[in-house]
């Protein structure tokens, strides 16, 4: 396990599925607080302990309220450019950095506060060769007349943002309720994510594939309790991004061992593996490993969840194909020594 775990630090991969605002951590909702008088915690212990979450319903509520710390460009760019030194320390290549941009304009942040700190901070990812994209989600229990008016204003900034998605809350909120945002995401040559099947049903995963006609499901953890959906996202190769740990410590999955990831990668689907929210729910080298000693997963798995990471991706096929070769180098080795 710890030359893998090792390997799994050193592979090349992507992450296509880690939230800005949970990249938060408890020292940084605290310090930057401070600094913006805005004082959520008496102490690191009580952020720690509040950061102790079950369901998904007690992670949103300290989610949304530790995103009020972020009110100024140095904020987002502090908190953005952590998370990007870490990811690159782990073997990181590219990273698809979804905000939730309502957490912060409800607030009266300005789009242009939020978006010219986490362009300080590409800039800054840059200089250790991560490449980086930006995904904005909107929140399920929003209504889609907000979001589209939102949307509206992205539009001078459009330049910044690769995909759009919707994320938060999915009970009672189907993908359906955002058809028309989609539709005219769609038309602003956005690529389309969608948190589906995570506490949602399955049917909310094909709403996503047949009404949001997404590029990618993000979760997708219930997709079995349909077995012909599952064939069909089998047959259609379809693009998943898990986050095990998270799945897993929100309750929506009852163990790691039982994570159904290996059968999507024996039924043709094109899982990869992300970290969601590592200031609650571990790094992206955290996720790999745990799935890898409680799923036993082989090399081979390993390398093909790193590959799908980057076939998954935004990044241009040139891009894909020089992380692909770069990849395989390391797996053919890796197999050599065995």
């Known amino acids: 396990m710890t030359n893998l775990a090792d390997l799994i630090c050193s592979m090349p991969k992507a992450e296509l599925h880690v939230h800005l605002e949970g990249c938060i951590t408890p020292e940084q909702a605290i310090a ?3 600094r913006n008088g805005v004082d959520l915690f008496e102490s690191l212990e009580a952020a720690l302990s509040a950061y102790s979450v079950s369901c998904l319903e007690e992670f949103l509520e300290i989610f949304v309220k530790v995103s009020e710390v972020l009110l100024h460009v140095e904020d987002f760019a502090e908190v953005a450019s952590a998370y990007f030194d ?11 950095l979804m905000f939730d941009l309502q957490a912060h304009t409800r607030r009266g942040v300005p789009i242009a506060t939020v978006l010219e700190g986490l362009a300080k901070a590409r800039r800054h990812a840059t200089r250790s060769g991560l490449s980086t994209l930006l995904i904005v989600n909107f929140m399920r229990e929003r209504s889609e007349k907000e979001a589209i008016e939102l949307l509206s204003s992205l539009v001078p900034y459009r330049s910044q943002i690769v995909a759009l998605g919707i994320d938060s809350a999915e009970t009672g909120h189907p993908p359906r309720k955002f058809t028309r945002l989609f539709r005219e995401a769609r038309a602003m040559g956005l690529k ?3 948190h589906a099947g995570f506490e949602g049903p399955p049917t909310d995963i094909e709403e996503a594939m047949d009404l949001l006609q997404v590029d990618r499901v993000d979760h997708g953890n219930r997709v079995y309790e ?7 996202l089998g047959s259609a190769h379809a693009a998943i991004t898990v986050c095990p740990l998270a799945e897993v410590n929100l309750g929506v ?12 990668l024996l039924d043709g689907m094109r899982p990869s593996v992300h970290s969601d929210d590592p200031a609650w729910f571990g790094s992206i080298t955290e996720n790999y490993t745990s799935l890898v000693k409680e799923r036993a997963l082989t090399p081979s798995e390993v390398f093909e969840l ?6 998954t991706s935004f990044l241009p096929a040139s891009s894909v194909s020089s ?4 990849l395989d180098a390391m797996a053919e080795s890796n197999m050599r020594s065995q």
């Open 323 to 326: 992380h692909l070769a770069e």
């Open 253 to 264: 999955i009852a163990s790691l061992a039982e994570h159904p990831i290996r059968q999507m």
């Open 32 to 34: 930057i607080g401070k």
């Open 226 to 232: 349909r077995p012909e959906l599952a064939r069909r």
């Open 86 to 96: 870490s990811a690159a320390a782990q073997g990181v290549r590219h990273v698809e």
């Open 192 to 194: 389309l994510v969608a």
């Open 306 to 311: 790193a590959r799908n990471s980057f076939t």
